[in-house]
C-alpha cells in the first residue's frame, strides 16, 4: 500500500523538491523493514498489520515555510478466523443412542476493522453410543443340603441372572442360605454335642446355645453308647423323640 503525498494542487512532490518527513497520528513515524518512504518521497507499507492503522501526514518544509499535508488514514482490517475445534463433548443420554458435540469460536483472530467473518459451522454435531449398565439379578435357590450334624442345612444361590455389568447394581441379599432341619428341635450346644430337647418345651441349659454347661454333665448324657434310640411308639408316651449324642 502507498501513501501518496502531494502538493495542494494534487501535483507530486519532486525528487529535488522540499525535505519530507512523515507523521502518524501526529508523532513522527518510526520506519522500519514494512513501513519506509520512498526516492519520490511517498509512503510505502509493503505489509499492512493491524498496529499500522492510523492517521498519516506529510510535511514538507524548506528554508522558506513548512506546509502539511491533510490526514490520511489508514485502516487495516482483520478477517476472522477460526479458533481449534473444542474436545468432543459427553453424549447427551446414559445410555443407548444420543449426541455429542463439539465447537470453534472465531477469534483466531476475531475479524476487526469490517474484517470477513469466519466461514463454514461453529458446532458440529455427532451420533453416539454408550454402553447401558445391567443390574445383577438373583437366580433360583439351590437344593437344600443334607441335615448336618450341627442341625442345619444350607442352600445358595447365584447374582447370575444376570450378572451386574457395565457398572451394574450388584444383587440385593445374601448369597447364602441356612436353617434349622429339625424344626428348632434339634440344636447345637456350645461343648460340641447335638441334642434333641422334649417336644413342646423350651431348650434346657443343657440344649441352649451358650447356655452355662453344669457341673454334672457327663452324667446328664449317657456315656456308655453312641445313640440311644426309642422304641417305636414310645414319643409319643414319653414326649421324647430319638437321641443321637456326639460324645
Not at 85 to 112: E, I, M, Y
Not at 203 to 218: H, I, S
Request: proline share 6%; glycine share 12%; with cysteine.
Amino acid at each position: 500500500m502507498m501513501v501518496l503525498c502531494l502538493r495542494e494542487a494534487g501535483e507530486r512532490l519532486k525528487d529535488s523538491g522540499p525535505r519530507v518527513s512523515w507523521l502518524k497520528n501526529d508523532e513522527p513515524l518510526n520506519m522500519d523493514t514494512k513501513v519506509g518512504a520512498r526516492a519520490d518521497n511517498n509512503l510505502i507499507i509493503s505489509e499492512a498489520r493491524l498496529s499500522d492503522s492510523g492517521n498519516y501526514t506529510c510535511l514538507a518544509s524548506n528554508i522558506v515555510a513548512k506546509r502539511r499535508s491533510a490526514n490520511a488514514a489508514v485502516v487495516v482490517y482483520v478477517n476472522g478466523g477460526w479458533s481449534l475445534w473444542s474436545d468432543w463433548s459427553l453424549c447427551n443420554v446414559r445410555c443407548g443412542r444420543g449426541l455429542q458435540k463439539r465447537s470453534r469460536t472465531c477469534t483466531n483472530p476475531a475479524p476487526l476493522n469490517g474484517g470477513a467473518l469466519c466461514e463454514g459451522m461453529s458446532v458440529q454435531k455427532s451420533t453416539c453410543n454408550t454402553i447401558c449398565p445391567v443390574d445383577g439379578s438373583w437366580g433360583p435357590w439351590s437344593l437344600w443340603t443334607a441335615c448336618g450334624v450341627d442341625c442345619g442345612r444350607q442352600r445358595s444361590r447365584d447374582c447370575a441372572e444376570p450378572e451386574p455389568r457395565h457398572g451394574g447394581r450388584p444383587c440385593d441379599g445374601p448369597g447364602l442360605g441356612a436353617d434349622n432341619c429339625t424344626g428348632g428341635l434339634c440344636i447345637q450346644s456350645e461343648w460340641g454335642r447335638t441334642s434333641l430337647r422334649p417336644q413342646g418345651q423350651s431348650a434346657g441349659p443343657l440344649g441352649a446355645v451358650g447356655a452355662k454347661r453344669p457341673q454334672d454333665a457327663d452324667a446328664i448324657l449317657p456315656s456308655f453308647m453312641d445313640s440311644v434310640v426309642l422304641p417305636e411308639g414310645a414319643g409319643g408316651a414319653s414326649g421324647f423323640v430319638a437321641v443321637d449324642y456326639t460324645l
